[in-house]
């Protein structure tokens, strides 16, 4: 499903003494079945940003149009935009409060207006998706759970409503290495599986951000500072100039290769790393 944005301004507290622009006229596209990074230090407006793709926030000016419906349109049924774009927020886990694993997953369709024989469906289907055994834990508390399954759960309550846009905010925060791969293979499943689903990842961890996505919209005080593919903007972009970091192993790589080694520095994942290195190590070793 496609988003444009087109001249976004959005403004907290307009018309007041200490009104604050965080958004200033930014646009730009997100295609159908996109993976989408959204980079930025925290003030960049990143998560101003993302809280309009579903109207949760209104801009000042500007025209965000999802498959064709604009949201800023003030005739429109945010419901019918809200079953297409689900958000799930930093630390999703906090906002679970059913007594049961089910009956809080089945809260996003049921707000929906849909018959318990299908919240019933989209709620197995949901957990089946992520890698939750139905019969394990759908009758058991959510506060029960481990972190990473509780997150997951938060996520079951998005995906549920069978949306085509999905915002990631921050989706692995505070979850260990493993807990993070599980999460992430999860997510890539669902969207392999989905030609129509496009995904919209914001996170601080240029690790993740380097792995899974094809293209990074990097935030700098409310306006767009570059817009690039993944190489491209882990490469040839100064990101430290914004006061972002790139991956550690690009660090590792260019200092490899400012030592004299005979490395390739324009690596950002730890699967290529590993292919130069292997590269260079038969190299030295001839």
Sequence with gaps: MS??????TY??????????????????????????????HTG???STLIQHLNGLLKPSSGQIIVNGFNITDKDLNLTEIRKRVGIVFQYPEYQLFEETVEKDIACGPGNLGLDEEEISKRVRKSMEAVGLDYETIAEKSPFELSGGQQRR????GIISMNPKVLVLDELTAGLDPRGR???FGEILKLYNNDPELTIVLVSHSMEDVAKYVDRVIVMNKGEIFSDK?????FTKT???????????VTKFMKALKERGENVRDDIYTVEDAVIELRKYLEAKDE
């Design 229 to 233: 593919s993944t190489y491209d903007t």
């Design 238 to 248: 100064d990101l430290l100039s914004i006061g972002l970091d790139i991956p550690q």
């Design 181 to 183: 791969d599980n999460i």
């Design 44 to 46: 960049s407006g990143k």
């Design 153 to 156: 759960v938060a996520l079951c």
């Design 3 to 8: 988003v444009i944005v087109k001249n976004l």
């Design 11 to 40: 403004i907290y507290d307009e018309g007041m003494p200490f009104a604050s622009k965080a958004i200033d006229d930014i646009s730009f596209e997100i295609k159908d079945n996109d993976f989408v990074g959204l980079i930025g």
